[in-house]
């Protein structure tokens, strides 16, 4: 994990355990230089990454703010943290329905940018307090995700992954509505065609290279979202 990666996540650690809210003024430059013991150039970094995901607002001249914390059980669709960082007041878990190593599907590749031999194929259930939220179909490729197992796979994997050392950077993400097939209705424990949100989304390094390619589709009673806009 980068430096500024790192001090960023100590920093939204500090706003929830302080529980801050919208307006709350957080400490000047220097003393957040002191506290976390870096540069200033790495706060600023930190401080430009919390701005993006919508947990501060600076004015030049007065300082760093807390911005309204989203709405309880609200996904954030603009992050990269994954369910468990993003819902830390709730138990998120995992049923894992298969995971294996297989050459990439078709349809995977292009995804990639043709660079891929083999992935992790992993597929899930995901539950958020105990209730179904979505079903999850994840391709991690194995030359930079070397090793996946169920257990897991039954918690975070981008915990995991950071735990690894390994940067995630951004993502693209294509949303599309469709009607539940069979298949996907049962494992949803929802009417076959029931509507459902589908989300596709390529998972890049800082370095730019993708590494992970997933399809989640939402459980249309339990599944809510929120975005905060930075402009």
């Not at 980068?2 to 809210?21: H, N, P, R, S, W």
Request: net charge positive.
């Amino acid at each position: 994990m980068l430096k500024y990666d790192e001090v960023a996540t100590k920093m939204e650690a500090q706003i929830i355990a302080d529980g801050l809210t919208q307006g709350d003024k957080l400490p000047k430059l220097t003393e957040l230089m002191a506290k976390y013991a870096v540069s200033k150039s790495t706060i600023v970094k930190a401080l430009a990454k919390l701005e993006q995901r919508g947990l501060i607002y600076q004015i030049q001249g007065s300082g760093v703010f807390v911005r309204r914390p989203k709405l309880d059980e609200h996904i954030n669709l603009i992050n990269n943290n994954g369910f468990t960082a993003d819902m830390v007041k709730h138990k998120m878990t995992a049923k894992v329905l298969s995971l294996k190593k297989i050459a990439p599907p078709k349809d995977m590749i292009k995804y990639f940018n043709g660079d891929v031999k083999e992935v992790y194929e992993v597929k899930r259930i995901r539950y958020l307090d105990d209730q179904i939220l979505c079903l999850e179909e994840s391709y991690f490729k194995t030359s930079v995700v070397p090793f996946l197992n169920e257990q897991i796979a039954q918690g975070s994997i981008f915990n995991y992954v950071r735990e690894l050392g390994i940067a995630i950077g951004f993502s693209d993400k294509y949303l599309n509505v469709i009607e539940l097939s069979k298949k996907e209705a049962k494992l949803l424990e929802l009417p076959e065609k029931a509507p459902a949100l589908t989300i596709e989304e390529t998972y890049y390094l800082t370095s730019g290279e993708a590494f992970d390619h997933s399809k989640t589709t939402y459980h249309f009673k339990n599944a809510k979202f929120f975005i905060q806009s930075t402009t």
